[in-house]
């Protein structure tokens, strides 16, 4: 249904400025032009825009804390091996070595904010949420006035003949002219439409905005990941330091037995098969240093590909982070805490609620839609003979049939809000699930920190008295280095355990959403 008027004025006019003043504020749009261009009165009724099956974003790389047991060995009481796995766009970052750490130095807070500022999980992820408040702003542009304007000069000259146009005019001596023109006329012209209602466009824009506020949602999501990953990372580094530590001491303590092997040899009370013994536990020693060493570079360096440093980039870590109690937490304090804050539970639940909007909007394409529209202008053969023109429309668009498209698009719809539904449960499973690991993985790990410390005693004891008894002549060195190994074991035990703790911590944080404000309460740093 359209109702329209178009008038034509020899001259302008104050009434006609006025009028064009009143187009332009009350969003009066133009679909027919007073003797200019034609346009058409049909509105344009706004369809659903489909959503994604799935909210949840894909290819965007994760970061997990796993606490996974292994097999112990006869000295050693490890059963818990802590990993931090950092995958996709959090493994690596945007170039920040215009900002390096003076000098040379870095500690846990300064990781932190590098991670935050350089990572590429953050920088992508705030690429999203300009991307969705984008796709927001258009779709709200279909509710706001639209203005445009133009200024034409048009040219024409017209064949009668070859439009097909033949006038025979009965008159002697006189033939009637095939070629018209060549004539001009200029056109300056301004319009507007507005859309007054339109059910669908409304919900559409409704939607695009949940979807924003879920892209900010996963953004603040990825940052609470790259403090775990970064953290994670850090702490990785300190253990294998002090595993590096470790093994240039038992490096130490078998050079020495083997210069005191050696020197018994010579003296002829020890055997050969000593030395080579000796010898042999040396060169092991060695090679575990070797190793130790290769793998704590290749971490500095992980650590400095998600903290925006360059892969050479020498630094040193400031920070140690020691065995500290974990902050007194219940389970249902952390579940409510863990409910009430996570962004990622935000954003699916922001993921739902643009998915039933998507739904209205798919449904209301079956309401009609009205919208306005008008346009204001002078037309003429030259500026000075130009006369103005207006058109003033209302259009009220009703649908009947589109061919199946409307029942297509609800069902579209519905399947979307149905998968993103399950998704939140399924979310909201795993967080309490992540609770409950932490929990878990906290409390094996502290039981086994202190196994490992009294383990580590033991076998400091037992080093001492086999090392008073190989002096003594009592004993080889066969027990010597038993008793090493055993030390060196234990050792790496109390790293591991340390380690194991503050991942255990890292993760009750993570899973609570405890963000970089409140990290300080699980490590003991400054």
Known sequence: MNRSQTKYSPIPSVAGATLLVC?????????????????????????????PLSGRGGGNGSVTAVEAPIAGT?????????TVQVEGPYAGSSSGAANLPSPGKLSLRDAIDRGLKYNLGALGQSHAVRLAQGQSQVARSALLPNASGYLAETLNQVNL???????????????????????????????????????????????????????????????????LAVSGTYLQVIATRERVKSAHAQLDTATALYQQTLQKRTAGLSPQVDVDRSEVEQLTQQQRVISLEAE??????????????PPNQNYE?????????????????????????????????AQVRAAEH?????????????????????????????????????????????????????????????????????????????????FL????????????QR????????????????????????????????????????????????????????????GTGNLQQFLNFQ
């Open 441 to 452: 993985d906290l409390e094996a790990a502290t039981g086994q920190v202190a196994l490992a």
């Open 23 to 51: 187009l332009a504020t009350l969003a009066v749009p133009a679909p027919a032009l007073a003797q200019g261009p034609p346009q058409s009165t049909q509105a344009q009724h706004a369809q659903a825009n489909p959503l």
């Open 358 to 438: 998507a739904l209205s909007a798919a449904r209301d394409e079956r309401i009609p839609s009205l919208s306005v529209n008008g346009n204001y202008g002078a037309i003429g053969t030259n500026p000075a003979q130009a006369k103005e023109t207006y058109s003033a429309a209302a259009t009220l668009s009703i649908p009947i049939w589109q061919g199946g498209r409307t029942e297509g698009d609800i069902k579209q719809a519905e399947a979307s809000l149905a998968q993103r539904q399950s998704e939140l449960d399924d979310l909201k499973g795993q967080v309490e699930s992540d609770v409950r690991n932490a």
């Open 296 to 309: 704590l570079a290749k971490q500095m360096i992980a650590l400095a590909r998600m903290t925006g440093l």
């Open 455 to 514: 383990n580590l005693q033991v076998n400091r004891e037992t080093l001492d008295l086999t090392r008073q008894r190989f002096d003594a002549g009592v004993t080889d060195n066969v027990e010597v280095i038993q008793a090493q190994e055993s030390l060196t074991a234990a050792e790496l035990d109390g790293i591991n355990s340390v380690f194991a703790h503050n991942v255990a911590k890292l993760s009750l944080a993570r899973a609570v959403a405890s």
């Open 161 to 227: 003949a070859a439009e097909g146009v033949k006038i025979h005019i009965p008159i002697p001596g006189f033939s009637f002219p095939t070629i018209v023109g060549p004539y001009n006329n200029i056109d300056l012209r301004g319009s507007v439409s507005q859309s007054v209602l339109d059910l669908t466009a409304w919900n559409n824009y409704r939607s695009s905005s949940d979807l924003y506020r879920a892209a900010q949602f996963s953004a603040s999501d990825a940052r609470d990941a790259i403090v």
């Open 317 to 349: 870590l400031t920070d140690d982070v020691p065995f500290a109690p974990a902050p007194a937490l219940t389970f249902d304090n952390a579940l409510q805490q863990a409910f009430a804050g996570r962004s990622d539970i935000k954003a699916a639940q």
């Open 74 to 82: 006869t000295n050693s009481v490890v059963t818990i091996n802590p």
